[in-house]
């Protein structure tokens, strides 16, 4: 008679111990004892001695990998739900949490108050300074009250972060002929996000310009320089007023914005194509635009106020030329990298 197969194949038998779905789970029947065989052996179950540790393992392996699947499950939506509702242009912070832009932008307005000053108007500085200032402090923060002083074009230069609630702002300015650094402490109130200055401000040399450097001049295609210049003088002459005959010089694809009558297009000074570059060319354009005065009309021919009398501003510009049978088109403009002799 042939031996029977120790592993279980048909239905259970009423009766049977349910098993549990965890190896160490003491209503297990085969914990602390062989296992049975025969009918009464569990379905499924390996029946050789050392074929126990490995069903353990196997499920050791998958609640790992169950586990890692539901993490990364619940974490995914979560991290994409906190990127969509983070806030679009909020300050960025230094690592220690202190935020560098909004404290700039609070040290440059209060140099702008803080560098103005007149003998004939203390209270109106005072009033002005007052926002930027701890209680208790004198009001004019270190001035006299005689003299004057003028300064303009402040912007932020720079901030050393000292910890997460002090720094000092760096703005620079100019006042007459001469640029220069402010330097002011900043307090912030964490609770509240109010800053304060928090001490009195320095002022420092600006650094000088840069030297720059002489720059060889890339050799000219004449001829593509004297194709060009009449279509150029066209075009910036609409560029500067006649926007409706604009597009007629752009490109396919591409829409051209015009000063609309700001300047009036005097002369084009100057024209440089480099040597090479095919239907496409990068074309430096140096542009004289006539600047209109702002004053009344004067009936005199030589006003003596220059003011009076309309201006002339010299610039340049990088165009993108593409040719097109035997039409060049603009396909962009923008600011020269570089027109200025070494």
């Known amino acids: 008679m042939a031996r029977r197969s120790t592993v279980q194949r048909d239905p259970r038998i009423a009766g049977d111990p349910e098993l549990s779905s965890y190896p160490d789970f003491p209503d297990d ?31 050791a392996v998958l609640w790992a990998l169950i586990v890692v699947i539901v993490v990364n499950g619940v974490r995914a939506p979560f991290e994409r739900f906190t990127q969509q509702n983070a806030p679009v242009g ?9 935020p560098t832009v909004q404290a700039s ?3 440059a307005q209060f140099a702008g108050v803080y560098l103005n000053f007149d003998g004939a108007r203390l209270a109106e500085r005072e009033s002005r300074l007052a926002p930027y200032l701890p209680e208790g402090v004198e009001g004019q923060f270190g001035w006299d ?25 760096t703005v620079a300015y100019q006042s007459e002929d001469r640029r220069q650094l402010l ?65 007629q010089y752009a490109d396919a694809g591409v829409t051209l914005q015009g000063f609309g ?8 000074k100057d024209l440089s194509v480099p040597v090479g570059g095919g239907a496409t060319r990068e074309v430096t354009a140096t542009v004289t635009w ?14 003596a106020d220059p003011g009076q009398m309309g ?32």
């Open 290 to 303: 006539g600047v209109p005065s702002k004053a009344a009309p004067s009936t005199d021919p030589e006003p």
């Open 261 to 268: 009558g700001a300047f009036t297009f005097l002369q084009l």
């Open 29 to 59: 029947p085969d914990l602390d004892r062989a296992p049975a065989r025969g009918r009464g052996a569990p379905r499924g179950r390996w029946s050789g001695g050392g074929g126990r540790w490995l069903v353990w393992t196997g499920r």
């Open 183 to 247: 330097s002011v402490p900043v307090y912030r109130d964490r609770a509240a996000e109010r800053f304060v200055v928090a001490g009195r401000p320095a002022i420092l040399p600006a650094p000088r310009a840069a030297a720059l450097p002489p720059k060889a001049a890339p050799e000219r295609d004449r001829a593509v320089e004297q194709e060009l210049r009449t279509t150029l003088e066209d075009f910036f002459k609409a560029y500067a007023g006649d926007t409706s005959s604009l597009q």
């Open 105 to 107: 932008a609070f040290a």
């Open 90 to 98: 909020a300050a960025p912070v230094e690592g220690n949490g202190f």
């Open 145 to 169: 009250g005689f003299g004057r002083m003028v300064a303009g074009a402040v912007q932020p230069y720079g901030i050393e972060v000292v910890d997460a609630d002090n720094a000092v702002v």
């Open 311 to 342: 201006g002339k501003l010299e610039q340049s510009y990088l165009l993108t030329m593409v040719e097109q049978g035997d039409k060049w088109f603009v396909k962009d403009i923008r600011g020269a990298y570089r027109s200025v002799a070494g």
